[in-house]
């Protein structure tokens, strides 16, 4: 078991192998931090946390208020991000990779009856009741070396899951398209090219992106330029101009006015408050 802030990089790279699908973390976040910013990876996420005021976290553009004693649940690739209403909060944390996890019942006959399971688990609400203390600490307690635990444990999470409808599960193909963006943000590049990346038809891929990110191609590309424009406009000496080059944005102007859209100030307002923190 091991400790984690809830502050990660925009893109947390956290593929779990086969026989050890389920990491647990059981922390506290920052007695400073009120803002984990904008992130994602390629894993479910199931957060608990046990005290403090609550807050509210945001999934692909949708916010939610949830209290302590609320389960969290997002499904992989998910956009997320938190405002906490007081700091130090105790909370628990898994990470199950779903597509490891399905490979321990590959080609048996629990195989459909489990990807069930797994589709059911994606879609419940992002706050919800039904995940009960009782099986967070089953979680917490299970031994992720032990696959036999996991797996008990994780299946004891069905028990939440009843009259929920199985959703598409379109979320895993966009894998190597997302991890593709985060490496090449800085590059000019198209809707074409990510989706061939993705082996899928432009045309799809622009439709099937938006269903499963919650916004279009070229607004998810943004918001990642963004955060990496952030940081250098936070910690650098960088023109605002070399600035906007060196995270992928084609002209000044552009940068300013999507920042401006998403900050409600301009990169130079927002480079001062900042410092001045």
């Keep these: ?8 990089p925009l893109y947390e790279r956290r593929e779990l192998p086969i026989d050890a699908p389920l990491h647990t973390f059981v922390g506290v976040t920052d007695r400073h931090t009120k803002v984990i910013p904008a992130h994602f990876h390629s894993v479910l996420e199931l957060v ?3 005290d403090g005021k609550g807050g509210t976290i945001t999934v692909n553009g949708q916010r939610y208020p949830y209290h302590p004693g609320e389960a969290i649940i997002i499904h992989p690739y998910a956009m997320q991000s938190y405002e906490l209403h007081s700091c130090a909060q105790r ?9 490891s996890f399905l490979a321990l019942f590959e080609h048996s006959l629990l195989e459909a009856s489990m990807q069930a399971f797994i589709d ?19 979680l917490a307690a299970a031994d992720t070396q032990n696959t036999t635990a996991v797996i008990s444990a994780v299946c004891a999470l069905d028990a939440a899951c009843s009259g929920v409808s199985a959703p598409a599960r379109e979320g895993v193909r966009f894998a190597k398209a997302l991890s593709y963006l985060e490496m090449n943000y800085h590059r000019k590049i198209g809707l074409t090219e990510a989706a061939e990346y993705a082996s899928m038809s432009k045309y799809y891929f622009s439709r099937e992106f938006k269903k499963v990110m919650g916004e279009g191609f070229v607004e998810f590309l943004n918001r990642i330029r963004l955060k990496k424009a952030e940081s250098l406009l936070r910690f650098s000496d960088e023109s605002i101009a070399d600035i906007a080059a060196s995270v992928g944005f084609s002209s000044v102007s552009y940068f300013n006015n999507v920042f401006k859209r998403y900050h409600s100030m301009n990169p130079n307002h ?3 408050r900042k410092t001045a923190q």
């Excluded at 909370?91 to 597509?99: E, G, I, R, V, Y």
């Excluded at 059911?120 to 089953?138: D, G, Q, W, Y």
Aim: with cysteine; net charge negative; proline share 2%.
């Design 1 to 8: 078991m091991h400790v984690d802030t809830l502050s990660e």
């Design 48 to 50: 608990w946390f046990y």
């Design 91 to 99: 909370h628990a944390l898994f990470f199950l990779d779903t597509a």
């Design 120 to 138: 059911r688990l994606c879609a419940l609400p992002v706050v919800n009741s039904a995940i009960t203390r009782e099986m967070i600490e089953c």
């Design 270 to 272: 927002f480079r001062k």
